[in-house]
């Protein structure tokens, strides 16, 4: 089984900043992505961004040139350093990871538990 292990979030100010980290571990033979997506009430889940190996990054739109996404590769963890907040990024946020329990096998993909980032004055 894989595990994503999420920490950060909370609340800030518009105009402030948060961090998110997700750790991904147990039976891994290759990530092919690792990343984070959030979730409004009664939508679908939006990319916000995502670490794709060997060493692509993708941002969704509304989150260019405010958030960043790094990874460690040696713990399989990767952090997304949100400024600028806006009241508009509040949400629920997943890491997500694509992940083969067999070297280059065929990937499955796992969530997190979810963690909740306000924005608001």
């Not at 920490?7 to 100010?13: F, H, P």
């Not at 996404?69 to 600028?84: A, G, K, P």
């Not at 979810?114 to 924005?119: E, L, N």
Request: charged share 15%; proline share 4%; hydrophobic share 30%.
């Amino acid at each position: 089984q894989v595990q994503l292990v999420e920490s950060g979030g909370g609340s800030a100010q518009p105009g402030g900043s948060l961090s998110l980290s997700c750790a991904a571990s147990g039976s891994i033979g290759t990530i092919y992505a690792l990343g984070w997506y959030r979730q409004d009430p009664e939508k679908q889940r939006e990319l916000v961004a995502v670490s794709i190996w060997p060493n692509v990054t993708n941002y969704g739109n509304s989150y260019k040139g405010r958030f960043i996404l790094s990874r460690t590769e040696l713990d399989n963890t990767v952090y997304l350093q949100m400024d600028r907040l806006k009241p508009e990024d509040t949400a629920v946020y997943y890491c997500h990871a694509k992940v083969s329990k067999q070297v280059w096998g065929s990937p499955d993909d796992y969530w997190g538990q979810g963690t909740q980032v306000t924005v608001s004055s």
